[in-house]
């Protein structure tokens, strides 16, 4: 399953709200779709998994959402640490892969 | 706490075989449901997952790249080791373990927590 994502870089404000999709090649019903944020020099983090499940600890300005093969991830209010990389990945069928990333810019 | 650190060489000239080492720490590769991944990032690039390995031994291989990678498992030191062989620069980047998800006993391939990752160049 080839994942992309767009736009690949997306230049905002602290506090503004930010939109990133992650569009799947073909269709799978699971929901088994994943986002990350990695900072710059830093491993990914968790954030959504099942496409809208918060993972532990992550605040509530992030959501996830889905729509046929289109999966979007939402930041309501960006915060200095949103500033960063974001990356999608399915796990609904091996090998599990991951989009290109969106960037998220001030 | 669940803590995962990756280890091995910064450097490997082309065609040797790399072989890297992630140490567990706040859990056990020998319990139920525990299993662990390596996915590599090369600069720029978009992550890769490479190989999984269960609790129970079960191995699961990028089907791209299993021709040369092995991973296993030293219970008695808590690792996972993995060797990569015939080493291209196309092969240098960033490595990192994970381990795969679980919510209450369901078993999940997302990655979560990740080791702080490893930079690998390919040069001679």
């Known amino acids: 399953i080839v994942l992309t994502q767009s736009p690949g870089t997306l230049s905002l404000s602290p506090g503004d709200r930010a939109t990133l999709s992650c569009r799947a090649s073909q269709s799978f019903s699971s929901g088994y779709l994943a986002w990350y944020r990695q900072k710059p020099g830093q491993a990914p983090r968790l954030l959504i998994y099942g496409a809208s499940n918060r993972a532990t600890g992550i605040p509530d300005r992030f959501s996830g959402s889905v729509s046929g093969r289109d999966f979007t991830l939402t930041i309501s209010r960006l915060e200095p640490e949103d500033f960063a990389v974001y990356h999608c990945q399915q796990y609904d069928s091996l090998p599990w892969t991951f989009g290109q990333g969106t960037k998220v810019e001030i | 706490q669940v803590t995962l650190k990756e280890s091995g060489p910064a450097l490997v000239k082309p065609t040797e075989t790399l072989t890297l080492t992630c140490t567990l720490s706040?859990?056990?590769?020998?319990?139920?449901?525990?299993?662990v991944s390596w996915v590599r990032q090369p600069p720029g690039q978009a992550l890769e997952w490479l190989a999984r390995?269960?609790?129970?031994?079960?191995?699961f291989y990028s089907p791209s790249l299993k021709a040369r990678l092995t991973i296993s498992k030293d219970t008695s030191k808590n690792q996972v080791v993995l060797t990569m062989t015939n080493m291209d620069p196309v092969d240098t980047g960033t490595y990192y373990c994970?381990?795969?998800?679980?919510?209450?006993?369901?078993?999940?391939?997302?990655?979560?927590?990740w080791g702080q990752g490893t930079l690998v160049t390919v040069s001679s």
């Open positions: 994970a381990r795969m998800g679980m919510v209450r006993g369901v078993l999940y391939n997302w990655f979560d927590p």
């Open positions: 706040g859990f056990s590769l020998s319990t139920y449901g525990m299993r």
């Open positions: 390995i269960d609790w129970d031994n079960d191995e």
